[in-house]
């Protein structure tokens, strides 16, 4: 399979069937030190800012990260999964949401409308030769000096789904599986600190590692 493929056929597919059991892997007891950690990092990130986030899913980190946003707009490529969003404890007198695809966002986006952008747990399936791509096509839709926050997973032996093989561009895949027994191959990259100096072009950042998490913040 291209991996092409997989991330715009596959991915799609797999996290509109995942909608309604994917918060599953929050409840994990030995994350919750993180998970607190970063829901109380995240309200201060966006405190007092007009936020745009990428593929917002089922929008686990929703209440923590807007409860002191001015606005936030909510975008994903999947109906399945915003409507789990929508069901949370949200302030929608600010929050609101819209269909988009990642890949695309000014088709779907007013630029300069905000200052800040989030994507959770998104930026590992971008595949290595888009990333440089998918940055610049956020970039455009944020004012200059908007704060950019990007939070992932990182990868940790014994308790990460395993990677079970490359491909030639060096983008890892892992096999998963859904309580209805299927199995989807899925496009799962752990980035580095160097990555990101090379992918930001001496812009300052900070890089930060948790135990199973990390978070990347800088200015456009």
């Not at 946003?69 to 007198?93: C, M, R, Y």
């Not at 990642?102 to 905000?114: E, H, N, S």
Request: aromatic share 12%.
């Amino acid at each position: 399979m291209r991996t092409s493929d997989n991330v715009e056929q596959v991915m799609p597919r797999y996290y509109a069937q995942r909608a309604a059991e994917y918060e599953r892997v929050f409840d994990k007891p030995h994350r919750q030190p993180d998970i607190a950690t970063l829901q109380a990092w995240l309200r201060k990130q966006f405190a007092g800012r007009r936020v745009l986030e990428v593929a917002t899913g089922t929008g686990f980190w929703l209440p923590a990260a807007t409860a002191d946003a001015t606005a936030w707009l909510g975008t994903d490529l999947n109906p399945e999964v915003l409507a789990v969003a929508q069901q949370k404890p949200l302030d929608f007198h600010k929050v609101r949401f819209q269909h988009a695809d990642a890949y695309a966002l000014a088709a779907t986006v007013a630029p300069g409308g905000f200052d800040a952008a989030f994507a959770g747990l998104w930026f590992s399936h971008v595949p290595m030769s888009r990333r440089a791509a998918w940055l610049a096509q956020l970039h455009a839709c944020l004012q200059p000096g908007a704060r950019v926050v990007l939070m992932d997973n990182r990868y940790v032996a014994g308790d990460s789904t395993p990677i079970t093989r490359h491909d030639d561009e060096g983008n890892g895949f892992q096999q998963r599986q859904l309580s209805d027994g299927s199995t989807h191959e899925v496009l799962k990259n752990f980035p580095t600190a160097a990555e990101f100096a090379a992918l930001l072009g001496g812009r300052a950042f900070e890089f930060r590692e948790l135990t199973y998490f990390w978070t990347l913040v800088y200015e456009v």
